[in-house]
C-alpha cells in the first residue's frame, strides 16, 4: 500500500474476496452466514461515526446543498430505473434495484477520508452526500417493500404502516439512545477510552434493539450518530476510530453472479455515475462549488458496497422469491464499485487538494 500508494481498504477488500467460498473457500457460506451479526454491528458502528461527522445545520445555512443532494439521488435513480426496464426487468425489480443504487458506501468514504486526513469542501460534501444517500436508500427501499408485499397478498395496513413504522422507529430508537449517550458522556468527560466502551457498548445495544424490532439498522444507526452530533452542543464527544468491514463485505460477495452480469453491471454503473454527476454539478453554482471540484465530488460518490450489499441481502431475506432476481442485476455492480469506489474517492480528493496525507 505505501508502494502503490492505493487505498489502504483495497488490501481488506482483496484479503475478503480471496478468502470468501469463491476463491480460497476458507471462508463457506455456513462461515459467512454466523459472520453476519459481525457484519451488522461493523456496519452500525461505520454508519453511527459517519452520522456523528455530519453537521445537520449546514442544510439550513445552504439549502442548495439538500437541493443537490435530492437531485443527484434522484437523477441517479431515474437513471438506473431506465436503465433496467430497457434491460427488460419488471418494474418493481427494476425500482427496487434502483432504490438500492442510490447509497453510497460509507465505509469507503470514511476510510479514504481519514487515510488521507483529509478536509475541505469535497471532503466535507462527501460525507454529508453520503449520509443523505444512505439514508434515502432505505426509505426508498422500505416503502418500495411495502408495494412488494402487495404483490404477495399482505393486508393493506401492512402495506401503509409497515414503512411508516421503520422509517420513524428508526428515527425514534435513534433519538432515545442519543440522549441515552449524551446523559452518559457528560458524567464520563472526554475521557477517549471511557468514551469508546461507553459508546460502542450503545451502538451494540442499539443494533441488537433495531434487529430485535425489525427496524433497519443502518437508518437506525445512522440517526443516532447524526442525533449525537445535532444534541452535543458542548461537545461531549470525541470521534472514534472503528475498524474495517471491507474484509467481509468482500467475502460475502457472490462473485459467482458476476461474469454474467458484468454487460449489465457496467451500464449500471455508468447510468449511476451520470445520474450523480449531473445532479451534483447542476446545482454546483448555487451551492457554492466551482465546477471542477463538482466533477470531484461526483468522483467521491461513485462507491457502493456495503449498504447496498446489506439491502440486497435483508430483501432477499424478507421475500426469498424475489431475491436471486435482484441479486443478479445488482452483485456484479456492487462488485465494480467495491474494486472501483476506493480508487476514484482517493483520487478526487488528492486531486481536490484535501488531502494532507497522500502517501498513506
Known amino acids: 500500500q505505501r508502494w502503490l500508494r492505493l487505498p489502504r481498504l483495497l488490501g481488506w477488500i482483496a484479503v475478503g474476496g480471496a478468502l470468501g467460498p469463491h476463491a480460497l473457500g476458507l471462508l463457506d457460506p455456513e462461515a ?27 442544510l439550513r445555512r445552504n439549502p442548495w446543498l439538500l437541493g443537490t443532494s435530492v437531485l443527484e439521488s434522484t437523477l441517479a435513480f431515474a437513471a438506473m430505473f431506465a436503465v433496467l426496464l430497457a434491460l427488460e426487468a419488471s ?45 434515502y436508500a432505505y426509505v426508498a427501499v422500505s416503502v418500495l417493500l411495502a408495494w412488494l408485499a402487495r404483490e404477495y397478498a399482505a393486508d393493506w395496513r401492512v402495506i401503509v404502516l409497515h414503512p411508516l413504522y421503520l422509517i420513524f422507529g428508526s428515527l425514534a430508537l435513534a433519538a432515545a439512545f442519543a440522549g441515552a449517550a449524551l446523559g452518559l458522556l457528560r458524567l464520563l468527560g472526554r475521557r477517549r477510552d471511557a468514551q ?8 451494540v445495544l442499539a443494533v441488537w434493539a433495531a434487529a430485535t424490532l425489525n427496524l433497519p439498522v443502518a437508518l437506525a444507526l445512522l440517526g ?21 468491514v471491507g474484509a467481509i463485505l468482500a467475502a460475502r460477495l457472490e462473485w459467482a453472479l458476476v461474469p454474467a452480469g458484468i454487460v449489465a453491471g457496467g451500464v449500471l454503473v455508468a447510468a449511476r455515475f451520470a445520474g450523480k454527476a449531473l445532479g451534483v454539478l447542476a446545482l454546483a453554482p448555487l451551492a457554492g462549488l466551482p465546477l471542477r471540484k463538482a466533477s470531484l465530488l461526483a468522483f467521491a460518490l461513485t462507491p457502493m458496497s456495503g449498504v447496498a450489499l446489506v439491502l440486497v441481502h435483508d430483501t432477499a431475506r424478507l421475500y426469498p422469491q424475489f431475491g436471486p432476481a435482484l441479486a443478479a442485476i445488482l452483485v456484479a455492480a456492487i462488485a465494480m464499485l467495491e474494486l472501483l ?13 484535501e488531502a494532507a496525507d497522500e502517501g498513506r
Open 341 to 353: 469506489g476506493p480508487l476514484l474517492a482517493h483520487f478526487a480528493l488528492v486531486r481536490a487538494g
Open 91 to 135: 418494474p418493481l425489480l427494476a425500482a427496487v434495484a434502483a432504490a438500492i443504487g442510490i447509497s453510497t458506501a460509507p465505509a469507503v468514504v470514511l476510510s479514504v477520508t481519514r487515510d488521507l486526513r483529509a478536509q475541505g469542501q469535497v471532503t466535507e460534501r462527501a460525507l454529508l452526500l453520503t449520509a443523505l444517500n444512505c439514508a
Open 224 to 244: 443516532f450518530g447524526a442525533s449525537i452530533r445535532m444534541l452535543d452542543r458542548r461537545r461531549l464527544f470525541v470521534s472514534l476510530d472503528f475498524g474495517r
Open 32 to 58: 459467512l452466514d454466523a459472520l453476519q451479526p459481525v457484519l451488522d454491528l461493523a456496519l452500525g458502528v461505520v454508519l453511527f461515526e459517519l452520522g456523528q461527522r455530519v453537521d445537520l445545520s449546514w
Open 196 to 203: 469508546f466502551l461507553c459508546v460502542f457498548a450503545l451502538v
